[in-house]
């Protein structure tokens, strides 16, 4: 017995797509059912096959002011109220199934407000076949002479398909045939149900061409619905107990009437989400399928409402899903390869309808029913409006697929695993109107939604062909057996037997009736001889002709496949032209509506340049205006600023008088005080003179010196007399005076940025034992104890000062190196000349201290600071 294969389910060949991959759009159909009566007010119109229009209702605009205009929305196509259920099946349904028997994915839905029509549209009614009884019978038409035995194809309860053997199909079949409680399979001789046999009439059947005849098919039905956010199983049966029953007062064990229980979302392998655990159930034909639909279909909750006498309280999933597995070479039996065997599947889901419970007027259990299905709509506009802004601006946001039971079913339809396509019911009621509105809204954002194309995947490398090259091998050889004379189609192996034997020669009579005869054996061996030889011949003519139909048969094989080959390159061909017809069809329909826009943009920019040449003649006359007016006050300003200018002439020759007056005075009055000075050092030279003679000679009062008269300082400069030159003996030390830090005997790191200046000072800072550098680094700081930043910035007064910017360094826990700054020494050039910015009380010192600042020639003074700047007097 041969191993299991396991099939499974088709998806994108990995988690990063490629940039170039070909993506559509969701595909938006609207369709409009008829109003309950004729005196109903209707607000929708079919402009044309793709668009429709929305008319605010009276009492709505006098509410309102008239706020509401009337708006226009786009679909793929819309269908009017006189659209037949076999024109909305043909244009939106039957492509999903034959991506379905091609082994592609889709996902149809209905939505729009409670009272719609999308259970009709979905179901339909007896006579009017909904969408999914015309998708169930489309696939059986199509491969109907084509399905697998029942059993062949086994679920594996992970969203994957095994495929079993003859012999362990055969085996299922007899158990499922000895167990009762499994219904069989309805056959011919039943009566059908009622409500479903007149629900598709022959003439409007459908079948698809292109079915792959080589393979072998299985179509599995699961029905679930999703209540209050969480999943039933509608085909589930509740097993009675025998263990555990339930009693009644007395001794009599009763069923359970418990609701199902809820089942959960998997995700399987592939990263493909299903429902464990529910019910699949292999079906044979049309009815057997809408029998299994409509079984669950009675166990669907449904409530009547002051909106809907049959209002839908869950969102239904019907999911039909076709397992494919190629033929063997010889094109007998099901190829037993794993790998070989794809699923399909697409579901149908019927959206229960959004709802305002003051229309309702529900409450209890239908208000929090209400709440839950209004709560997963909203859950389903917001993931399409994160898709659409992740796809139009770029971004990545993440899909809140997990808030609701129904996106996170079906979030790998949005992220490529199939074609997606949207029924919007309409009812034109204009009590609905405000619904519809958001309907139409969030029908024109689903449009601009884009899902990848599922890609062709071959089902098997074999040459194609070989089911009906079985079939023609038979027909051959039967036609070869009619032609001979023997049977025909039904070759009985014992009349066969009989031609066979009575061709031979007739045996002899073989009794030996004396020991002695010598006659009959002989004759016997001859007889046998002879019918050995014509064995022979026979056994060479058969080898002949078996040879001869196998070159034919071969022969023929080589010319059906050369045909076929023809017939797959023009079939080919063909589909790229129509491939390119439909995309120049698309294309054009694309640029027309495009043309329509730019027209219409056209007309409004063209009333409103017309509105900016107005604007522009009015803004030029009043150009004009002003600039006539700013030359008049351009004029007027030069000559007052002629005028200005005189007066400032005047005002200016007055002050520089002014200024030269104070100058003169202030120059004497210096010049005065300079004389004092330098008497009273001259009267001090001589005390101390006078004093180191030890007092032997009399000393002779010097000449009183002649003080500056103002007129000898008018013409000629007076010079000043030098400073008295020092006394020999030693002065004290400054009791703040301390050495700089710098003269120690440790190592320095000079840090000297190379943005920095050289200046041409008598006093540099000289560090001993000093590494220079024009960057630190760990390496340096780690052979020094010490660390000084040479930093120039500007002064106040213009002239650059540099600061000695010193620190201790030492390691850190983590064994690196750190700088703790502890000292600032600012070194700072100051010119003699120039003059102070800060002004001095004109006190008894200030003589000697301009004498000082005179006679002291250019150095570099040295302020310190620990913490804070400490600044030395004069």
Avoid at 328 to 355: M, P, R
Avoid at 693 to 704: F, H, I, N, V
Wanted: one cysteine or more; aromatic letters at 6%.
């Amino acid at each position: 017995m041969q191993r299991p294969g396991k099939g499974k389910t088709p998806r994108r060949p990995g988690p990063k797509k490629a940039s170039n991959t070909e993506r559509d759009p969701v595909g938006v159909y609207c369709r409009i059912r008829p109003l309950g009566s004729e005196d109903e007010e209707c607000c929708v119109e079919m402009i044309s096959s793709t668009t429709i229009q929305l008319h605010a209702p009276d009492g709505l605009k006098a509410n309102r002011n008239g706020e509401y205009k009337e708006t226009q929305y786009s679909f793929k196509k819309v269908f009017g109220i006189n659209t037949t259920q076999l024109e909305l099946f043909e244009d939106v349904a039957k492509p999903l199934v034959e991506d379905l028997i091609h082994c592609k994915n889709g996902l149809l839905f209905t939505y729009g407000v409670t009272g719609s029509g999308k259970t009709f549209t979905m179901t339909g009614s007896p006579g009017e076949g909904g969408l999914l009884p015309r998708s169930l019978d489309m696939i059986f038409n199509s491969i109907g002479p084509f399905q697998a035995k029942r059993f062949v194809f086994k679920p594996d309860d992970k969203n994957g398909m095994e495929i079993q053997s003859q012999v362990d199909a055969l085996l299922e079949r007899q158990k499922r045939d000895s167990q009762q409680a499994v219904p069989k399979t309805p056959s011919s001789r039943q009566k059908p149900d009622p409500e479903f046999a007149d629900m598709i009439s022959p003439d409007e059947a459908c079948k698809s061409e292109n079915v792959d005849e080589d393979g072998c098919y299985g179509v599995f039905v699961s029905y679930i619905e999703i209540y209050n956010n969480y999943i039933y199983d509608l085909l589930e049966d509740a097993p009675y107990d025998p263990i555990r029953p339930k009693w009644l007062g007395g001794s009599t064990p009763v069923r359970s009437n418990e609701p199902p229980q809820s089942k959960i979302l998997r995700e399987d392998q592939n990263h493909n989400m299903y429902v464990a655990g529910c019910t699949e159930v292999e079906v044979k034909s049309t009815e057997e399928a809408f029998e299994v639909f409509w079984k669950g279909q009675k166990k669907r909750r449904i409530a009547n409402t002051q909106l809907n006498r049959e209002s839908s309280r869950s969102h239904s999933v019907f999911t039909i899903k076709l397992a494919q597995a190629p033929l063997d070479a010889d094109g007998d039996h099901i190829l037993q390869d794993k790998n070989q065997v794809n699923v399909s599947q697409l579901c149908l889901v019927d959206l229960a309808g959004s709802e305002r419970t003051n229309r309702t007027r529900a409450e209890g259990s239908r208000l929090r029913e209400a709440g839950n299905i209004n709560q997963s709509l909203m859950t389903l506009r917001t993931c399409i409006e994160v898709l659409r802004e992740n796809q139009m601006c770029g971004t990545n946001k993440m899909v809140p697929y997990r808030d609701s039971k129904v996106t996170h079913l079906f979030k790998n339809y949005f992220d490529g695993e199939g074609k997606v396509r949207m029924i919007v019911c309409v009812n034109p009621n204009a009590d609905d109107y405000e619904e519809t509105v958001l309907v139409m809204r969030f029908a024109e954002m689903t449009q601009e939604v884009e899902v990848a194309r599922p890609v062709d995947r071959p089902i098997c490398g074999l040459a194609p062909g070989r089911r009906h090259r079985n079939q023609a091998f038979r027909d051959e050889l039967s036609r070869r057996l009619e032609e001979r004379g023997g049977p025909s189609n039904a070759v009985d192996d014992r009349v066969l037997m009989t031609q066979l034997i009575e061709s031979l020669p007739d045996l002899p009579t073989c009794e030996l009736v004396d020991p002695a005869d010598d006659q009959t054996l002989p004759r016997m061996i001859e007889v046998l001889e002879r019918r050995h030889q014509i064995r022979q011949m026979m056994t060479e003519q058969f080898n002949k002709t078996a040879n001869t139909v196998k070159s034919m048969l071969q022969q023929f094989d080589s010319q059906l496949s050369a045909k076929d080959y023809f017939l797959h390159d023009q079939q080919s061909k063909l589909n790229e032209k129509d491939k390119v017809i439909l995309s120049q069809k698309t294309e054009i329909e694309r640029l027309e509506k495009k043309s329509k826009t730019l027209e219409y943009k056209i007309d409004i920019l063209q009333k409103t340049t017309d509105m900016y040449e107005q604007d522009k003649r009015a803004l030029q006359q009043e150009l004009q205006t002003r600039e006539h007016r700013l030359q008049s006050e351009l004029s007027e300003r030069k000559r007052m600023e002629q005028r200005m200018q005189g007066a400032v002439t005047d005002t200016r020759l007055k002050w520089e008088k002014e200024c030269e007056r104070r100058v003169n005075a202030k120059q004497l009055e210096m010049q005065n005080k300079l004389w004092v000075k330098d008497e009273k050092l001259k009267q001090l030279k001589a005390i101390v003179t006078e004093s180191s003679s030890g007092g032997s000679a009399p000393t002779e009062r010097p000449e009183k010196p002649e003080r500056p008269s103002r007129e000898r300082d008018r013409n000629i400069q007076q010079k000043r007399s030098p400073s008295p030159s020092p006394l020999p003996k030693a002065l004290p030390v400054h009791p703040k005076h301390r050495r700089s830090h710098s003269a120690g005997g440790e190592k320095w790191v000079d840090h000297k940025p190379p943005s920095n200046l050289e200046l041409d000072t008598v006093m540099q800072p000289i560090i001993p034992n000093a590494i220079k550098v024009s960057t630190p680094s760990e390496k340096a700081l780690s052979k020094c104890h010490k660390y000084v930043l040479r930093h120039q910035e500007l002064a106040s007064d213009g002239e650059i000062e540099t600061k000695l910017i010193k620190g201790d360094v030492f390691k850190t826990r983590s064994g690196g190196q750190a700088v703790q700054f502890t000292d600032i020494e600012t070194l700072k050039q100051v010119c003699p000349l120039a003059p102070s910015r800060k002004r001095r009380s004109g006190s008894a010192e200030g003589p000697a201290e301009g004498e000082d600042i005179e006679n002291r020639a250019p150095a570099a003074s040295t302020n310190s600071s620990h913490g804070y700047q400490k600044r030395r007097k004069p």
